[in-house]
């Protein structure tokens, strides 16, 4: 696999078999991501790496908090920006909308989006999953390094035959990250990462996601035409 197919083939996996996930394999990829470029060297990224009963204790602590909805949530900090404007809120409601679409939840079905939401909440079932986490005093350009980070490692996942998902969805539940995964006070959970063998039948699995065209992300200047 090269670099191109590794990229093509990615896409957020949330439905996996149930085959275990080597240790070998995993130490191998976080070995090559420790090669990410960061700003300064820094390195800012920090992460514990859960399977079996660590990771089923903290499911298990998490789906006692569900029930209680925003109340029982401990947010670690704002997902999206208040009020997010176009074109990014579109975007955003575009995968979710293609997401449902492909498991039959319709627009008005509010519980079934919350179950299917909730899912976050298992790791989509996936046999391990990483928790990333960074000292508070980080600012955008480390937390953009810890993207670069993530974007290397799920794609050397692809080249292992691996799937992933990134999760910020667990930093609603800081409190019961902080317990189970021991993370330093002064550091702020950003994300969880759900890693496994992709079902390729799962339908959740096979939608297309939107892409904006490139032109509204990127300028060429001083190019012959
Ligand atoms: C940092 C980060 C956090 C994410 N958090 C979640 C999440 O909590 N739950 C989820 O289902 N997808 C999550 N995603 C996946 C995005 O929804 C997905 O990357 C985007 O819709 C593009 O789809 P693709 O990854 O399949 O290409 C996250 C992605 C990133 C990069």
Same mark, same amino acid.
């Given at each position: 696999?090269?670099?191109? $197919? *590794? ?22 990829? !976080? ?9 300064? @060297?820094?390195?800012? +990224?920090?992460?514990?790496? !859960?399977?079996?009963?660590?990771? *089923? %204790? ?12 925003? *109340? /029982? %949530?401990?947010? $670690? ?16 409601? /575009? ?35 990483? =928790? ?6 980080? /600012?955008?350009?480390? +937390?953009?390094?810890? /993207?670069? +980070?993530?974007?290397?490692?799920? !794609? ?10 990134? %999760?910020?969805? +667990? ?10 995964? @021991? ?5 702020? =959970?950003?994300?969880?990462? *759900? ?5 390729? @039948?799962?339908?959740?699995? @096979? =939608? ?18």
């Amino acid at each position: 696999m090269n670099v191109s $197919e *590794a990229v093509r083939t990615r896409r957020s996996v949330r439905a996996f078999t149930g085959k275990p996930v080597d240790l070998d394999v995993l130490k191998s990829v !976080l070995d090559t991501a420790q090669l990410s470029p960061s700003g300064g @060297n820094v390195q800012p +990224w920090n992460a514990s790496i !859960l399977t079996g009963d660590p990771l *089923a %204790q903290l499911i298990s602590a998490v789906a006692g908090k569900l029930p209680q909805g925003p *109340a /029982g %949530q401990s947010p $670690e900090y704002d997902i999206y920006p208040k009020d997010l404007p176009e074109p990014y809120r579109s975007r955003r409601y /575009g995968v979710g909308e293609a997401l449902y679409e492909s498991i039959g939840i319709d627009r008005g079905d509010k519980m079934g989006r919350m179950m299917q939401m909730a899912q976050n909440f298992r790791a989509f079932e996936a046999p391990v999953c990483m =928790f990333v986490h960074t000292p508070g005093y980080m /600012g955008p350009p480390q +937390w953009s390094d810890i /993207g670069m +980070w993530l974007q290397t490692i799920m !794609l050397l996942l692809r080249e292992a035959g691996l799937d992933s998902c990134a %999760q910020e969805a +667990w930093s609603l539940y800081g409190a019961e990250i902080r317990e189970a995964v @021991n993370i330093p006070e002064d550091h702020i =959970f950003f994300c969880g990462m *759900a890693i496994g063998c992709r079902d390729v @039948n799962a339908p959740i699995n @096979n =939608f297309a996601v939107p892409r904006a065209e490139v032109q509204e992300n990127i300028t060429y200047l001083g190019f012959p035409d």
